[in-house]
């Protein structure tokens, strides 16, 4: 009976333990910080900074409840960004009409990530793997190798039609906009893959693969759904990002893909759920950028930081894997 209660007790703390962490975090850095790090403004920082992480983490949490994984999501981000200002700056288009533009762009550009995916059959992180490199080129060919941003020439000293930032554009990247966007993202993609029928499936062929197509359901068709999802909300990430910087800079999203995996992957474990869902992904973001400003809080030097988000990345595999059953295990 005790070694019972102690495997129950053992999976709760393990089920739970981005949850615990994100409260042992909040005691300690209020313990050591008084009321700096519980203030208004702070937990404002917190959740300016957990945005961009969160809808490019979304994205990926889409592709890989199917048993994806996308390596090249945060460069798609970054060229899909070139693609947003240019249609609002150098071509004078309206905010509609551009973010219209920067969708369709980014789900055109994800069919060719599609095509090496579930026609050549080339494996999902060798393929990703490659097209960073693409991305990275073709977007540096577009701009020529700069950035765009207000008041800043075309390549071959062409002006711009719009030298200025409207004050629709700048607040997409401010507070409340930017938290309601995300939590908008977190909400849509939880009623997508908890609540409808697509979102089942994509979870059955998360699961197994063999199984689901054994019992009907389309492989392709429904990995197609997955990555067109995935496309659109890499677009919204593309767009808070040139808003939050009012520039789409060279590499802008790159950075952000590491800590979107490790939001994912800390999501992963939540609830003993062990596939990835968008409350657990949310959890995660919060997670990780909850350490990031404490620690910064507490005068930790900058370049200490990647090393704890490889931390929390390592430990949250852990946290999966140690909680698989495997029947197998001796």
Same mark, same amino acid.
Request: charged share 10%.
């Given at each position: 009976?005790?070694?019972?209660?102690?495997?129950?007790?053992?999976?709760?703390?393990?089920?739970?333990?981005?949850?615990?962490?994100?409260?042992?975090?909040?005691?300690?850095?209020?313990?050591?910080?008084?009321?700096?790090?519980?203030?208004?403004?702070?937990?404002?920082?917190?959740?300016?900074?957990?945005?961009?992480?969160?809808?490019?983490?979304?994205?990926?949490?889409?592709?890989?409840?199917?048993?994806?994984?996308?390596?090249?999501?945060?460069?798609?981000?970054?060229?899909?960004?070139?693609?947003?200002?240019?249609?609002?700056?150098?071509?004078?288009?309206?905010?509609?009409?551009?973010?219209?533009?920067?969708?369709?762009?980014?789900?055109?550009?994800?069919?060719?990530?599609?095509?090496?995916?579930?026609?050549?059959?080339?494996?999902?992180?060798?393929?990703?793997?490659?097209?960073?490199?693409?991305?990275?080129?073709?977007?540096?060919?577009?701009?020529?190798?700069?950035?765009?941003?207000?008041?800043?020439?075309?390549?071959?000293?062409?002006?711009?039609?719009?030298?200025?930032?409207?004050?629709?554009?700048?607040?997409?990247?401010?507070?409340?906009?930017?938290?309601?966007?995300?939590?908008?993202?977190?909400?849509?993609?939880?009623?997508?893959?908890?609540?409808?029928?697509?979102?089942?499936?994509?979870?059955?062929?998360? +699961?197994?693969? *063999? !199984? /689901?197509? #054994?019992? %009907?359901?389309?492989?392709?068709?429904?990995?197609? $759904? &997955?990555?067109?999802?995935?496309?659109?909300?890499?677009?919204?990430?593309?767009?808070?990002?040139? +808003?939050?910087? *009012? !520039? /789409?800079? #060279?590499? %802008?999203?790159?950075?952000?893909?590491?800590?979107? $995996? &490790?939001?994912?992957?800390?999501?992963?474990?939540?609830?003993?759920?062990?596939?990835?869902?968008?409350?657990?992904?949310?959890?995660?973001?919060?997670?990780?950028?909850?350490?990031?400003?404490?620690?910064? $809080?507490?005068?930790?030097?900058?370049?200490?930081?990647?090393?704890?988000?490889?931390?929390?990345?390592?430990?949250?595999?852990?946290?999966?894997?140690?909680?698989?059953?495997?029947?197998?295990?001796?």
């Amino acid at each position: 009976m005790a070694d019972v209660q102690k495997k129950r007790l053992g999976g709760f703390l393990l089920d739970w333990s981005a949850v615990i962490a994100i409260f042992l975090c909040i005691l300690f850095f209020s313990a050591y910080k008084g009321t700096s790090f519980l203030s208004f403004a702070n937990l404002t920082n917190i959740l300016l900074s957990m945005s961009i992480t969160t809808i490019l983490a979304i994205a990926l949490t889409v592709t890989l409840a199917c048993d994806g994984f996308d390596m090249s999501a945060c460069t798609l981000a970054s060229c899909s960004g070139y693609v947003f200002m240019a249609c609002y700056l150098w071509y004078g288009m309206n905010l509609f009409l551009s973010a219209v533009i920067c969708v369709l762009f980014t789900m055109a550009a994800y069919l060719f990530t599609l095509f090496l995916i579930l026609v050549c059959k080339i494996p999902d992180m060798l393929a990703t793997c490659a097209l960073m490199f693409v991305h990275q080129g073709l977007g540096q060919w577009f701009t020529g190798g700069g950035a765009i941003s207000a008041g800043m020439l075309q390549p071959g000293g062409v002006l711009p039609e719009r030298t200025f930032f409207g004050e629709d554009f700048v607040s997409i990247g401010k507070a409340p906009w930017i938290i309601v966007i995300m939590f908008a993202c977190v909400l849509a993609a939880h009623i997508f893959l908890q609540h409808t029928k697509q979102g089942a499936f994509l979870y059955a062929i998360g +699961s197994n693969r *063999t !199984a /689901a197509a #054994l019992s %009907g359901i389309s492989v392709k068709r429904y990995r197609f $759904l &997955a990555g067109m999802v995935t496309a659109a909300f890499i677009a919204i990430g593309a767009m808070v990002v040139c +808003s939050r910087n *009012t !520039a /789409a800079q #060279l590499c %802008g999203c790159d950075n952000y893909l590491m800590p979107a $995996l &490790a939001a994912v992957f800390v999501g992963r474990s939540v609830g003993g759920m062990e596939k990835p869902t968008a409350l657990g992904t949310v959890i995660g973001s919060g997670l990780i950028v909850i350490l990031e400003n404490g620690l910064t $809080l507490c005068s930790v030097p900058y370049y200490i930081l990647p090393a704890v988000k490889g931390g929390v990345l390592i430990t949250a595999l852990a946290v999966v894997y140690l909680s698989k059953r495997d029947s197998f295990d001796s």
